[in-house]
C-alpha cells in the first residue's frame, strides 16, 4: 500500500499510535497527525514507488503483538543518486485489535535530515542536488572537450615551431585530394628548404639554428593567403605550403614572393653565397585524379625542390607537368 501510495493505509493505523517519520525530529503520538503526515508524503510524491527490500524479521512478542525489522532501498520515481544508495531503516509493531492488524508503532531512520518544513522526502534538497550534479557534469565535459581539443592540437602542431606537424598536414593532404576530386578544383604544393641549414646549426648553435625555424615558420604562416592554406613543417629543416583551389600560376606568385620575403629577413648565415638566410623551393601544382594518391602531388614538389638546390640554391623550381592518364 505504501509503494504503491494507496490511501487505505490509514486505515491500517491503531487509534492508540506512536512514532516518527525520518525527515521529522519529532514524535508523534496521535493517530490524526500520523494520517495527516501520510497523506502529504502521497501527495508530495504520488508516483508509486520501488522499495528493494534488503531484510526483514518478525518477532512475535506476545500473541496479539508482532514487532517487524526491515533494512530496504527507496527508489523513488525520478534518477537520485542518494536515497537509492542509502539503507533505510525501519522498526513497525503490529497489534491485533478485533480481527484486524492495525500499526501501532512506526519508525524510519533514513538520511532526511535535509528535508525541509511539510516535507516527508526531502524534495527541494534532492532537486538541487540533482541540479548541482547536472552542472558539475556539463561543467567536466565541457573541461573534457577543452582538454581533448587542447590535445588535439598539440598533436596536430610542431613543438618547435608553432605550426602544423607532419602528421597535421598528411591529413589535410587527403582531405583537400578528396574535394579536389569531388570539385575538379586544383591543389598545389609549396615544398621549401632551408639552404644548407647544418652549416648554420654547425657555425651559429642549435639555439640558434631554432631560432631560425621559427622566424621561418611565422613567416610562412603570416605569408598564407587564405585561411585554407595550410603551413607545416615537414621535417627538419623543410616546411611545406598547402594551397586548395590553386592553380599553377598563382602558386608560381606565392613562391615567389616567399622568396623574396625570405631574403628580406636577412638572417645572417655565412655559409652561403648571399650571406643571409635563403630557402630553395619546389612547386607542384595539379588537379587530384583516382589514378594516383595524394602522395604524388608531394613527390612533385619534392622533385621540383631537388632541381632547385641542383640549380645553386635560394630559387624556386616548378615541377613538370604531370601525367594525365
Known sequence: MYASRDERLITCFSENFSGYAGSSDVLVSDRAEWVRITKLDFAQVPERLHIEMLDLALQDLADDVVAVTAFFHIHLPFPENILARETARLVLIFRLEGDAWKIAHSSISIPFGLAGDDEIYPMVNLRE????????????????AEANR?????????????????????????????????????????MLDV?????????????????????LARLLAQSGRR??????RFGGEEFVVLLPET???????????LLDEIRSLALPHAGVP???VTAS???????????DPPEFLVEQADRALYRAKQAGRNCMYVADAPRTD
Open 129 to 144: 542536488r540533482n541540479r548541482e550534479l547536472e552542472a558539475l557534469i556539463e561543467t567536466r565535459t565541457h573541461a573534457l
Open 150 to 190: 587542447k590535445l588535439e592540437a598539440l598533436s596536430n602542431t610542431d613543438g618547435l615551431t608553432g605550426v602544423a606537424n607532419r602528421r597535421s598536414f598528411d591529413q589535410a593532404l587527403s582531405r583537400e585530394w578528396d574535394r579536389g576530386l569531388r570539385s575538379g578544383a586544383p591543389l598545389s604544393l609549396v
Open 195 to 215: 639552404d644548407l641549414f647544418k652549416h648554420f646549426n654547425d657555425t651559429n648553435g642549435h639555439l640558434a639554428g631554432d631560432a631560425c625555424l621559427q622566424a
Open 227 to 232: 585561411a585554407g592554406d595550410l603551413v607545416a
Open 247 to 257: 592553380g599553377g600560376d598563382d602558386a608560381v606568385k606565392f613562391a615567389n614572393h
Open 274 to 276: 648571399a650571406g643571409i
Open 281 to 291: 623551393l619546389g612547386v607542384a601544382s595539379l588537379t587530384p585524379s583516382r589514378n
